[in-house]
C-alpha cells in the first residue's frame, strides 16, 4: 500500500546550522512531492514541493531533492533561525494523483 | 483568488452527541476535498476524500461520515461522538488532476468531553 516514512522524528540544531529531514515512499508511481510546516496550534503551510522530473528545487534558505530511484526526498534548511521551529511534514502523491499521503512528521527546535 | 473556509474554530460537545463540521471553498470548481485529522502531538490521518459532488471515499473505518452536496461543499459528521473523536480537523482542497499541494483550512479544535 501507500506509505511515507519520515525521519527523524524531532531534531535539534543550533541556530545558524543546517536542519535536514528525510522521506522515503512506497508508490513509484508517485510524480509529486510537497513539504508542509505547522506552527502550534495552526494549519500545515505549503513551503516547497518538487515534481518527479527535477532533482533538485530551492527557495531561498530552503531546499529539496529527491532521488526516484531510491523512491527517497529530503529537506534541507540551511540557516536555521529560531522562526523555523515547527513540525515539519513530507507527502507524496498517491492513489493514482487523487490524495497526499503524509509522513508521521518532524519536530524541528533550532536553538539559540 | 482562491480561499477556503471552515467553522467551527474550536467545539466542545459531550459524548454520544452529533457533530456537523463544514468546509466550503471559493473561487475554484470541481476542487478535490479532503478531511483530515490530527491527534495531539500526532501526524495528518486521511478520513476522506471527495473528487466530486455525492462521491465521498473513506479511508478508515469509524463513526464519523462526510457528504459533499454542493461542488464547493464538504461536510463531516457524525451521530454520536466518543471521546477518541477528540482532536484538530483540518479540511484541504486541491486542484483536481494538476501536480498542486493542499491548502488547508483553518481547522477546528474538537474536544469531546
Known amino acids: 500500500g501507500e506509505n511515507v516514512e519520515q525521519h527523524p522524528s524531532t531534531l535539534s540544531v543550533q541556530e545558524g546550522d543546517s536542519a535536514v529531514i528525510k522521506c522515503t515512499y512506497s508508490?513509484?508511481?508517485?510524480?509529486?512531492f510537497p513539504w508542509y510546516k505547522q506552527e502550534l496550534g495552526k494549519r500545515p503551510q505549503l513551503i516547497i514541493d518538487?515534481?518527479?522530473?527535477?532533482g533538485e528545487k530551492k527557495d531561498q534558505r530552503i531546499a529539496v531533492t529527491l532521488n526516484k530511484t531510491a523512491k527517497h526526498f529530503s529537506l534541507h534548511i540551511t540557516e536555521t533561525q529560531p522562526e523555523d521551529s515547527a513540525v515539519y511534514f513530507c507527502?507524496?502523491?498517491?492513489?493514482?494523483?487523487?490524495?497526499?499521503?503524509f509522513g508521521t512528521g518532524t519536530q524541528l527546535k533550532v536553538e539559540l | 483568488s482562491q480561499t477556503i473556509h471552515q467553522w467551527p474554530a474550536t467545539l466542545v460537545q459531550p459524548v454520544g452527541s452529533p457533530l456537523s463540521l463544514e468546509c466550503t471553498v471559493e473561487?475554484?470548481?470541481?476542487?478535490?476535498l479532503y478531511w483530515y485529522r490530527q491527534a495531539a502531538g500526532r501526524g495528518l490521518q486521511l478520513l476522506f476524500y471527495?473528487?466530486?459532488?455525492?462521491?465521498i471515499s473513506s479511508e478508515v473505518p469509524q463513526n464519523l461520515s462526510a457528504s459533499r452536496p454542493q461542488d464547493r461543499q464538504f461536510i463531516l459528521s457524525s451521530k454520536k461522538l466518543l471521546l477518541s473523536d477528540s482532536g484538530f480537523y483540518l479540511c484541504?482542497?486541491?486542484?483536481?488532476?494538476?501536480?498542486?499541494?493542499?491548502?488547508f483550512g483553518s481547522g477546528t479544535r474538537l474536544t469531546v468531553v
Open positions: 484541504a482542497w486541491r486542484v483536481a488532476g494538476a501536480l498542486y499541494g493542499y491548502t
Open positions: 508508490d513509484s508511481a508517485s510524480n509529486y
Open positions: 518538487i515534481r518527479s522530473n527535477v
Open positions: 507527502a507524496a502523491l498517491t492513489g493514482g494523483g487523487n490524495k497526499l499521503t
Open positions: 473561487g475554484t470548481s470541481n476542487p478535490n
Open positions: 471527495s473528487v466530486g459532488i455525492g462521491q
